[in-house]
């Protein structure tokens, strides 16, 4: 039988560089018309609530590995991104050992009384599936690394009385989200010290924090140098109630640099803002444009002209490539399903994945074409894979 979905995913998040402009245009709404009603992004906001946002909130970052998400339930399943796992290898990886990890035990200890109050409790971690960066030299291989805890209340006033207890104890709780829509029952637990001793005490690995505890300005100047040396794939900044990715800029890049070159130009006419905001804004910019990994900038391959796009390419290449291979970590490793004979599944899997990535970036006109491309191109990625596939088996 095919697993269930994961009832409690993950909540996508979006990129830091993004958040970053909206304030800044939400500012500059202000100062053009502090009535506006418009939502650019989000409604004005004066001089002293972008100070609040960059200089006074408390921000942590942890490292983003590049792996695969998989959760332990206080039930003792196994979840990967989208499904319930079965068996005792994932990705082509081990995960027995996931089992032996007490996760009742831990909602036990933050949740004390409150624990009646609760329908699901997931412990995330990243599966480290790849040997990327610096993985090998830390001997992170296969392992698992916790970085953040999901639970589904009974109810949406359970939910409001377990965020209050889990808040009064500095845990950083963000507000629910489910497949990218607002759910008032679920919480999210992102990685700070009171959730690394949690962790630690139950034996859990967990992942390196990178910067805690000083404001937004503080968090991109410090973590700059390690970004633009492409050290890992990136950080996840965790404010006091939401948080952000933040990738290298060999990763693929959110869409905002242009608007966010516009937005500097406009925010610098006015001669009263706190010049640190450019400084972020070049760290930044800094960081996107290198393409460093491990502080090595890496040889281009062979001398063959890249493709440009021209104006009937709706989508880049590598922007397709990096979205079907985003999508095959949210399941269980193509090899399994082709042995299982279910490779139509994976294909229609892959397709919505991928068309849920890319479509909401195209103008309405193109949607139709753009959508029948992605089919094309997952129907050829799968295609050829499965054909490797079957020449192995003859082997």
């Known amino acids: 039988c095919m697993a269930d979905n994961n009832p409690l995913a993950w909540p996508q998040i979006t ?63 196994l979840y990967g991104r989208r499904k319930v796992i079965t068996g005792n290898s994932y990705q082509k990886t081990d995960i027995s050992f996931l089992k032996l990890f007490d996760i009742a035990k831990v909602a036990n200890q933050m949740l004390g009384s409150h624990v009646d109050k609760i329908e699901r409790f997931f412990v995330y ?26 639970i589904e209340a009974q109810s949406e006033d359970h939910a409001v009385i377990l965020r209050e207890h889990l808040q009064a104890q500095n845990f950083r709780v963000c507000k629910g989200y489910d497949h990218g829509s607002y759910s008032p029952v679920s919480l999210t637990i992102i990685l700070n010290d009171e959730l690394r001793q949690i962790f630690e005490s139950n034996s859990i690995p967990v992942a390196e924090t990178l910067f805690k505890d000083g404001n937004l300005f503080k968090l991109v100047t410090q973590c700059k140098d390690w970004m633009r040396d492409g050290n890992g794939e990136g950080l996840v900044c965790v404010s006091d109630t939401f948080h952000k990715k933040w990738k290298i800029g060999s990763e693929v890049q959110p869409q905002v640099f242009d608007k966010l070159h516009e937005t500097i130009t406009r925010i610098s006419e006015f001669s009263d803002l706190d010049p640190r905001i450019q400084e972020m804004a070049k760290a930044f910019f800094e960081v996107h444009e290198s393409k460093s990994i491990m502080g090595k900038t890496p040889q281009k391959k062979g001398n063959k002209k890249a493709k440009k796009p021209n104006s009937t390419t709706i989508f880049a290449p590598e922007v397709l490539q990096a979205a079907i291979d985003s999508a095959l970590t949210k399941y269980d490793s193509i090899d399994t399903y082709f042995s299982s004979n279910k490779k139509a599944e994976i294909t229609s899997l892959i397709i919505k994945e991928v068309q ?35 020449a192995a088996q003859k082997e």
């Open 15 to 77: 990129h830091l560089p993004e958040y970053f402009n909206s304030l800044l245009d939400a500012h500059i709404l202000y100062r053009e018309d502090p009535e506006s009603q418009n939502l650019r992004v989000r409604l004005p906001i004066t001089k002293e609530e972008l100070y609040e946002a960059l200089f006074e909130t408390s921000w942590f970052s942890n490292v983003k590995y590049d792996g695969t998400n998989v959760a332990i339930g206080h039930d003792k399943l």
């Open 125 to 150: 971690g990243e599966l480290m599936i790849n040997q990327l960066f610096d993985y090998a030299d830390k001997d992170m291989f296969k392992k698992w690394l916790g970085f953040g805890i999901r």
């Open 356 to 390: 849920d990535d890319l479509i909401a970036s195209v103008d309405e006109p193109q949607k139709p074409v753009a959508s029948k491309v992605i089919v094309g191109a997952v129907n050829k990625f799968v295609g050829t894979n499965f054909g490797k596939w079957k």
